[in-house]
C-alpha cells in the first residue's frame, strides 16, 4: 500500500494532510490502481493480509488495463503498514511530511478538530467525552508509512544521522 505525499511544507502543520494520491499494489500483475478515497484506502489496508487487493476490486478494471500510476522518482512514495486499523468514524488521520523527508508525522484530528498528538491524548479525549463511547485508544495507530529513498528528491537536504539542527552553545 502507498502514498503518495505532496511536497513538504515549510510550516509544520498546515492543517491538511500531505497525501495527495492512494494507490494499492494488485497482489496478482503488481501494478499500482488509484484509491479514489481515503475511507476505501483504509478499509483495503486494515484487511490485507486477509484480503490481498487485486484490480477487479475496483469495478470494470482488470489486470489487462494498464496501471493507474507508475512507481517512479516523479513522485515521492511512501509505503504504510498493512492491517493498520481504520480511523474511528469522525476522526481523521493525518500524516504530515518533514521538511528533509526522513519521515511522516502522523496525528489524528476530533470531529470537533482537536488535534491529538499521542495515544495519552487520544486516552485523555476518550474518557472524557460519553459520546465517544465504544471507542478504544488501541483504534489509533501512531505508525507511520516509510518513505521511499529513492523516490526522494536529489535537491532535498539529506538529515545527516546524529546531528540537530538547534543551536550549539559556544563559549567566549
Same mark, same amino acid.
Given at each position: 500500500?502507498?502514498?503518495?505525499?505532496?511536497?513538504?511544507?515549510?510550516?509544520?502543520?498546515?492543517?491538511?494532510?500531505?497525501?495527495?494520491?492512494?494507490?494499492?499494489?494488485?497482489?496478482?500483475?503488481?501494478?499500482?490502481?488509484?484509491?479514489?478515497?481515503?475511507?476505501?484506502?483504509?478499509?483495503?489496508?486494515?484487511?490485507?493480509?486477509?484480503? *490481498?487487493?487485486?484490480?477487479?476490486?475496483?469495478?470494470?478494471?482488470?489486470?489487462?488495463? $494498464?496501471?493507474?500510476?507508475?512507481?517512479?522518482?516523479?513522485?515521492?512514495?511512501?509505503?504504510?503498514? *498493512?492491517?493498520? $486499523?481504520?480511523? *474511528?468514524?469522525?476522526?481523521?488521520?493525518?500524516?504530515?511530511?518533514?521538511?528533509?523527508?526522513?519521515?511522516?508525522?502522523?496525528?489524528?484530528?476530533?470531529?470537533?478538530?482537536?488535534?491529538?498528538?499521542?495515544?495519552?491524548?487520544?486516552?485523555?479525549?476518550?474518557?472524557?467525552?460519553?459520546?465517544?463511547?465504544?471507542?478504544?485508544?488501541?483504534?489509533?495507530?501512531?505508525?507511520?508509512?516509510?518513505?521511499?529513498?529513492?523516490?526522494?528528491?536529489?535537491?532535498?537536504?539529506?538529515?545527516?544521522?546524529?546531528?540537530?539542527?538547534?543551536?550549539?552553545?559556544?563559549?567566549?
Amino acid at each position: 500500500m502507498f502514498w503518495e505525499p505532496r511536497k513538504a511544507y515549510k510550516k509544520p502543520y498546515s492543517g491538511q494532510s500531505s497525501i495527495d494520491v492512494l494507490a494499492a499494489q494488485c497482489e496478482k500483475c503488481k501494478k499500482w490502481r488509484v484509491i479514489q478515497s481515503e475511507e476505501e484506502f483504509e478499509d483495503i489496508r486494515s484487511k490485507l493480509s486477509e484480503e *490481498p487487493f487485486y484490480c477487479n476490486r475496483k469495478s470494470g478494471v482488470s489486470c489487462e488495463d $494498464p496501471a493507474d500510476i507508475e512507481y517512479d522518482s516523479t513522485r515521492t512514495w511512501v509505503v504504510d503498514k *498493512p492491517n493498520m $486499523p481504520k480511523t *474511528p468514524e469522525g476522526f481523521k488521520r493525518h500524516l504530515v511530511l518533514r521538511r528533509d523527508y526522513s519521515k511522516l508525522d502522523a496525528y489524528y484530528i476530533t470531529p470537533e478538530g482537536k488535534k491529538l498528538r499521542s495515544q495519552n491524548e487520544i486516552a485523555t479525549i476518550l474518557k472524557g467525552n460519553p459520546k465517544y463511547k465504544g471507542i478504544s485508544p488501541s483504534d489509533f495507530d501512531f505508525g507511520t508509512p516509510k518513505v521511499m529513498e529513492d523516490t526522494v528528491p536529489v535537491d532535498v537536504p539529506k538529515k545527516v544521522p546524529g546531528s540537530s539542527n538547534k543551536k550549539l552553545k559556544t563559549k567566549d
